[in-house]
Structures are given as structure tokens and as C-alpha cells.
């Protein structure tokens, strides 16, 4: 795994979004009820499906299409911004048009596919010159299975994918489905043997897929999900889950010479090293004796992945500081400065001149 772009994150799944719409029962209701539930739909959502002649339907908090089949979303408006699946960005897909119109934004998404299965939504920005924020009053969502009896599973681009188990988090296992009706199970690789969904500590979404709700090293190891649905049983890919030991917080960091006394005229490097989560990048900045007459310096940075015993990994992350040609003036303090998303780490060093 050397070489990897520091800013290595995994893509953001379609459907991983928050669903802001509520559940819409289907029942007929009587006439003071379905007044009362239409006007409450008014209130909370702008979103609505346009159907053949002209028509006009609210949107529940699911839907189910078959893929191929084409669909336009309205959004009431003059300033609408859309949410959907990443998927179509990433491929900048010709098939999804959005538009802004006088009255109302619109999503048109052609010849769907099941890769296509996630969330769509939509808010009102409210501007104040520059300054845009979004109207959490008025918004629309709907979660859109595009179901295919071929790919009862959401295409992925990949054939394997490492999911991170932190003990203070739930780690998601993404093989949501086309179906909302498909029988979804989940299955280690080695020993063979299916994982029983208690629905307390482990449960199946369809919009996320399996969630550990407290994960722990004992869930580390190789799974699959597989679904049936009025055929044969169709398999995921493979997820490899890895037990994540190091505690968030601040960079764990340390500092070392490679000698604490320099000859005159020798070389001298100075190493700061940080052992972290796997998928948390962390930046490094150094301050030393020669800085401000800009002594020139050479500084290295790059990180790798550690195994540390069967499952269990850790994201080393090292900075290098070589000075060549040493003189009086390098003499001194050396303090490297490590930055997480938790917040930053200084460790020094001395080096004197021998």
C-alpha cells in the first residue's frame, strides 16, 4: 500500500445520506383524514414525482421502479438544490439532466440502472447575498430502489472492499439491495458459517446494508451478504473487516535524532512518527534553528498500512527532516507538529553540535 495519496478517503456510498421524509402510509384514508394528511405532506416535503399525463404523485419515504425505466422528480422553487446517489457525479452521467426552472427545480434520470438505488432529495437554499444556508422546512426525500433481477445487489465498483470496525463507532457493511422484498443474509468466509442478525447489536437496513452497532476485534475477518428473491441466490462482493486498536484523539506521536550530537559539515536527520486509524490523514509541520535565515532543508512525508497480528491495523505516518552540511546555527531545538481531525500533537528533540 505505499505510494497511496495521503488524501486517500473511501467514496462516499449512495444512500449513506440522512432520509429526512416520513413514512407515508398507502391506505385509502377517509376525506378529513386524507385532508389532514395531505396538508401535512405540504408542510414537509416539495418533492413529487411526475407520472404519464400530467400527473402529479407525493413521494413516500421509499420507492420501488424497475431498472429501465425512466423518471422525473420536481422540486418547488425558485433556488433548489438536489442530492442523489454520488455514483452519477462520478461518471458525470449523461443520463441525469437537472434543471432550474421559474417555479420549480426538476431531476430527470433516464434508462435507470440498479446502480442507480439510493437516496434523492432536495432543499430550498435561502440566500442572503452571498451567503446560502439550507431551509430545513422546506425539503423533499425519497429512497428509490431500482430493482433488477439480475443484480439483486447495488453494483460497487470494486470486487473487494476493507471496512474499518472502531470500537466507538458502528461500522456498516454496504450491500444494500435493488428490492426492498429481497431476503438478505450475512456470511463469514472462513470459518464458513452464516452471522446471526440479532437486530440489537447486528442489523440489516436496506438503504446501508449490515451495521455492527458496536463492533469489536471478534467481528474482524472476511464476510459477504447474500440475497434471495424469487430466484437463485445471488452473492456480494467481499468486505474485509479490520479491527481498528488505535484510540481517536490527537496523533500519537514520537520524535527521533538520528543522533542527539552532529559533526561539523556531517548530515543529520530527524524522524517524527505517528501510529493512527487507518482512513484519518495527518499533516506535518516542522520548526527548527535554521527556519528563519531559511536554512535549506530536506523534508520527507509519506505513511503505509501496518498489520499488527490477524485483523488488526494501524496507519504509520512518518515525516523526515535531513539537514546536510551541519553548522553552528543547526544547533538546537527541533519540534514537529502533528495535526488530526481531533486536534494537533508537538514533540521536540535536541541536537548540539559535537
Same mark, same amino acid.
Given at each position: ?6 488524501k !486517500? ?5 449512495? $444512500?449513506? =445520506? ?7 402510509? &398507502?391506505? *385509502?384514508? @377517509? ?11 405540504k ?15 407525493k ?10 425505466? !425512466? ?5 418547488? $422553487?425558485? =433556488?433548489?438544490?438536489?442530492n442523489?446517489?454520488?455514483? &452519477?457525479? *462520478?461518471? @458525470?452521467?449523461?443520463r ?15 434508462n ?27 425539503a ?55 452471522i ?37 441466490p445471488?452473492i ?60 535549506p ?58
Amino acid at each position: 500500500l505505499l505510494g497511496q495519496p495521503a488524501k !486517500s478517503k473511501r467514496a462516499k456510498e449512495p $444512500g449513506e =445520506n440522512q432520509i429526512f421524509s416520513k413514512k407515508v402510509k &398507502l391506505k *385509502t384514508p @377517509k376525506m378529513k383524514e386524507r385532508e389532514s394528511a395531505d396538508s401535512s405532506l405540504k408542510s414537509q416535503s416539495i418533492l413529487t414525482q411526475v407520472m404519464d399525463k400530467g400527473r402529479f404523485q407525493k413521494l413516500a419515504a421509499t420507492l420501488s421502479l424497475s431498472a429501465g425505466q !425512466s423518471i422525473e422528480l420536481r422540486c418547488k $422553487g425558485s =433556488n433548489v438544490t438536489w442530492n442523489y446517489p454520488s455514483y &452519477l457525479d *462520478t461518471f @458525470k452521467d449523461s443520463r441525469l439532466t437537472i434543471k432550474q426552472l421559474d417555479r420549480y427545480g426538476q431531476l430527470i434520470l433516464a434508462n435507470s440502472t440498479a446502480a442507480d438505488t439510493g437516496e434523492y432529495s432536495c432543499w430550498l437554499q435561502l440566500c442572503n447575498g452571498n451567503k446560502c444556508r439550507k431551509d430545513e422546512t422546506k425539503a423533499g426525500s425519497t429512497y428509490i430502489f431500482f430493482t433488477d433481477k439480475e443484480e439483486l445487489f447495488v453494483p460497487t465498483p470494486s470486487y473487494f472492499e476493507i471496512v474499518y470496525l472502531n470500537p466507538d463507532k458502528p461500522a456498516v457493511i454496504p450491500c444494500r439491495v435493488t428490492s426492498p422484498s429481497a431476503k438478505v443474509t450475512l456470511h463469514r468466509e472462513f470459518p464458513a458459517e452464516e452471522i446471526e442478525t440479532d437486530g440489537t447489536d447486528i442489523i440489516y437496513d436496506a438503504k446501508k446494508g449490515f451495521v455492527y452497532q458496536h463492533p469489536t476485534s471478534d467481528h474482524k475477518g472476511i464476510v459477504y451478504c447474500k440475497a434471495e428473491s424469487q430466484g437463485a441466490p445471488q452473492i456480494s462482493i467481499k468486505y474485509h473487516l479490520l479491527y481498528v486498536e488505535v484510540p481517536k484523539g490527537p496523533p500519537s506521536t514520537t520524535i527521533a535524532a538520528s543522533s542527539s550530537r552532529a559533526e561539523l559539515s556531517g548530515s543529520v536527520h530527524v524522524m517524527c512518527t505517528v501510529l493512527g486509524e487507518p482512513d484519518v490523514d495527518v499533516d506535518f509541520r516542522w520548526q527548527y534553528p535554521g527556519q528563519e535565515s531559511e536554512r535549506p532543508v530536506v523534508i520527507q512525508s509519506f505513511w503505509r498500512l501496518i498489520n499488527r497480528g490477524i485483523g488488526h491495523t494501524t496507519r504509520i505516518s512518518k515525516s523526515v527532516l535531513l539537514i546536510e552540511d551541519f553548522e553552528a546555527k543547526d544547533a538546537g531545538n527541533y519540534v514537529c507538529i502533528a495535526q488530526n481531525l481531533q486536534g494537533e500533537t508537538a514533540v521536540a528533540t535536541k541536537i548540539e553540535l559535537n
